[in-house]
């Protein structure tokens, strides 16, 4: 643990930490390096789509008492629920803020023809995870 802390303080304290080298002989790479939008992008994506299962499987088995064992992380589920919070993510992100709050619940209805998925709870969870996840981005 001692070199642990050691090599962490070592990164963030001196001031070679500061330094962004980048990669001058690859300028696709230099880009993606040296703009961290890039990077925070990456991060809102893989947080609202596939960790945004998990993320909401681990709350669900600590806070939901009535939760199922394997809830949001069955195949059918985990698709439909990250293709919702995408589509929920891009209705905050592209509209003002009234058709946002108009628009976003729409995207529960896409849960009604299938009868193993409609169930309001998981639902507004996925709902308030994706307004968190926009909002703590950002995004809107």
């Known amino acids: 643990q001692a070199?642990?802390?050691l090599v962490l303080s070592a990164i963030f304290l001196l001031p070679v930490s500061r330094e962004v080298?980048?990669?001058?002989?690859?300028p696709l790479l230099d880009a993606l390096y040296r703009e961290s939008a890039w990077t925070l992008d990456a991060i809102f994506f893989i947080l609202l789509t596939f960790a945004g299962n998990y993320i909401l499987n681990a709350f669900a088995k600590s806070f939901l008492r009535?939760?199922?064992l394997l809830f949001m992380i069955r195949t059918p589920?985990?698709?439909?629920?990250?293709?919702e919070r995408s589509l929920i993510a891009w209705i905050l992100i592209s509209s003002n803020?009234?058709?946002?709050i108009l628009l976003a619940p729409c995207a529960g209805?896409?849960?009604l023809?299938?009868?193993?998925?409609?169930?309001?709870k998981a639902f507004l969870?996925?709902?308030?995870?994706?307004v968190l996840i926009v909002a703590l981005f950002r995004k809107m």
């Open 109 to 111: 209805f896409l849960r």
């Open 21 to 26: 080298r980048g990669f001058p002989g690859a």
């Open 125 to 130: 969870l996925s709902l308030g995870y994706a």
């Open 3 to 5: 070199c642990h802390i």
């Open 77 to 83: 589920e985990m698709i439909h629920a990250m293709i």
């Open 113 to 120: 023809p299938f009868k193993m998925l409609r169930s309001r």
């Open 97 to 100: 803020a009234l058709s946002a």
């Open 66 to 68: 009535d939760a199922p």
